[in-house]
């Protein structure tokens, strides 16, 4: 057979294509690079997920340090053989009955738990229905299930109820069906229409699996969540899933939903049966931290406000902001260049905050992404609004 001339020859780099995919990245403004963070910064942060305040919170760092002392720095194994204490059996039974489900199960991250959820729950010919706006792991969550993908535009029950009559005229639609969606999109932090998305899956059978991971200790009462806010916690049809490295100040993922549910994730699920199970020092942190929130339900209505008072006075400065349904607060930048040198004088002004650029902006948008954390004083909510006003590009 003729050599194909395409064909890498012998002593050619196999990975020269990466230099050119670098200096593409770099003619676009979408380079990204590691920043390593102290231990301890000056910078007021606005950057992270921690919506609470909690990940350095006395209760939380030493429930994290007692659980690394008592049960070891790792789980030694996967939850099915070493890897399952009696610490991660506690904060499921705990998590479960706060948010209101049957039962729960906790995996090491919030993108492993979309994964297990998403494709132990579907199949080859059946459907998943999903919004355009989802997070990374329910896109790749569809991509791995071999299902039948229908991706509906962002926030529209009506286009998931013709999605799911469509399905119906397919001839090897087998019936089962699961729309996905987050309940707060990470990127503009608006929320998903939930009971209109129930609403649709309830006329045709199908199941309802919402991403809480931005909802869970800022929506709800005392922050049970988006699903609890709607009233859908618990029931039948419903599967939740969620991280335990946002509000809960730890590290870790979980889904919650029906007992047969978790049951049938512990037995197909591989991203839970084939990972190393949750480090005891992340499960007994985020299980402080949910004892915290349970305490101290007020926290929840704290972020809310911040946020709600960030997006006041940043529009009322000028600029363009995305009105928060719970602790996102997004503020468009012109470019991705000017996103990257904004954020980067706010950091020089003392203030770090989140950049996001194509390709993790579904429409190309380029944004300052900010945290309405729920301990920040009105004196640091001042020094934010200052430094973010007075950096921001002028086109």
């Known amino acids: 057979m003729p ?5 890498a020859q012998p002593g050619t780099d196999p990975f020269a294509w990466i230099d050119e ?3 593409r990245r770099r003619s676009a403004g979408l380079v990204r690079t590691l920043n390593p963070r102290p231990a301890d910064s000056d910078l007021l942060d606005l950057a992270s997920n921690d919506y609470l305040g909690l990940a350095r919170h006395p209760e939380v760092t030493r429930a994290a340090a007692a659980a690394a002392h008592r049960w070891g720095a790792g789980a030694t194994g996967s939850r099915l053989v070493t890897g399952t204490t009696e610490l991660h059996a506690q904060l499921e039974g705990e998590l479960a009955e706060y948010c209101g489900f049957e039962a729960a199960l906790v995996l090491s991250s919030g993108y492993a738990a979309n994964l297990a959820a998403v494709t132990a729950l579907t199949a080859p010919g059946s459907l998943v229905v999903s919004d355009a706006g989802n997070h990374a792991s329910l896109i790749d969550g569809c991509r791995l299930s071999r299902a039948r993908t229908a991706v509906v535009p962002h926030g529209d029950p009506e286009a998931v109820h013709k999605a799911l009559d469509a399905a119906h005229a397919e001839p090897d639609y087998e019936g089962r069906a699961v729309v996905v969606s987050d309940s707060v999109f990470s990127v503009d932090g608006d929320s998903a229409p939930l009971a209109g998305y129930a609403t649709a899956c309830r006329a045709h059978g199908a199941a309802l699996l919402v991403d809480d991971a931005h909802g869970l200790g800022v929506l709800g009462e005392g922050g049970r969540g988006a699903l609890h806010a709607a009233g859908l916690a618990g029931d039948r049809d419903v599967v939740a899933t969620m991280t335990l490295s946002k509000s809960l100040g730890s590290q870790g993922g979980a ?4 007992a047969k549910v978790i049951e049938h994730l512990v ?10 199970g949750l480090a005891p020092a992340a499960a007994g942190g985020a299980l402080a931290a949910l004892r915290l929130l349970r305490r101290e339900p007020q926290r929840a209505d704290r972020a809310r406000a911040v946020a709600r008072e960030l997006h006041r006075r940043l529009t009322a400065g000028g600029l363009s902001a995305v009105l928060p349904d719970a602790a996102v607060v997004s503020v468009r930048a012109p470019s991705p260049e000017a996103a990257v040198r904004w954020a980067a004088d706010c950091r020089a002004a003392g203030l770090r905050v989140g950049c996001f650029r194509p390709p993790s902006v579904p429409d190309g948008i380029s944004r300052l992404r900010l945290t309405a954390r729920g301990d920040l004083t009105d004196r640091q909510i001042d020094e934010a609004v200052g430094a973010i006003l007075s950096t921001a590009p002028t086109a």
Not at 3 to 7: G, K, L, Q, V
Not at 255 to 258: A, K, S
Not at 267 to 276: K, M
Request: glycine residues 4%; negative net charge; charged residues 25%.
């Open 3 to 7: 050599a194909d001339p395409a064909a």
């Open 21 to 23: 995919a670098r200096e």
């Open 255 to 258: 889904v919650l939903g029906p």
């Open 267 to 276: 037995n197909t699920a591989r991203t839970f049966i084939f990972d190393t």
